[in-house]
């Protein structure tokens, strides 16, 4: 089998090496002729005739473009219950938030996570800071420098709404992006 390979190989290679120098491109000589007939050059007054001179504008330069004010007034990132998985409603979120944040690069953020009521306290607080970090994470990710992004977690001690109904859990499953004061 090795040695049908090998010789394959080879017919091929001395097939192509023969294919190659057969399209050579040939060169077409031209033989002189024997006698250079030379003939007498008359100059005769070439007349120039001037062109007006033309003012040339200067280029036209656009106007600067105006820098668009970033607004940092962000919606809230919201979450599953007893999860810190972003939502995949929450990425068009997050594309507008990193699309705001581009526009002042200089700009230091805080990313604070927060849960719903259920749950122990230290569980809920680890939940929370998961989520701000999920945050921070996909910021990161889609180019912003992780050093304007500050991500902390408050548990449920900071809750937008009653933690008495479902809406309102659901309300408190969340993280908050504001600009650092």
């Given amino acids: 089998m090795k040695r049908i390979i090998k010789s394959l190989l080879a017919t091929s290679c001395v097939l192509l090496v023969l294919n190659l120098s057969a399209c050579k491109s040939k060169k077409i000589v031209v033989n002189p002729s024997s006698q250079i007939e030379q003939t007498p050059i008359r100059e005769e007054p070439v007349e120039v005739a001037e062109e007006p001179v ?6 036209h330069k656009d106007p600067e473009p105006v820098a668009e004010k970033p607004n940092f007034n962000f919606t809230n990132v919201l979450f599953e219950f007893d999860s810190s998985v972003l939502k995949t409603e929450s990425y068009a979120v997050l594309d507008n938030i990193v699309r705001e944040m581009q526009k002042d690069p200089s700009v230091k953020f805080i ?15 680890s939940l929370s800071e998961d989520r701000a970090n999920a945050v921070k994470l996909y910021i990161v990710n889609a180019g912003l420098p992780s ?11 900071k809750p937008v709404a009653s933690n008495d109904t479902e809406s309102g859990r659901e309300q408190n499953r969340r993280v908050e992006i504001s600009v650092v004061q």
């Fill in 111 to 125: 990313i604070n996570g927060h849960s719903s009521v259920e749950g122990t306290a230290e569980y809920n607080q």
């Fill in 54 to 59: 033309i003012a040339q504008e200067e280029p």
């Fill in 147 to 157: 050093e304007n992004l500050i991500a902390t977690g408050f548990g449920a001690s």
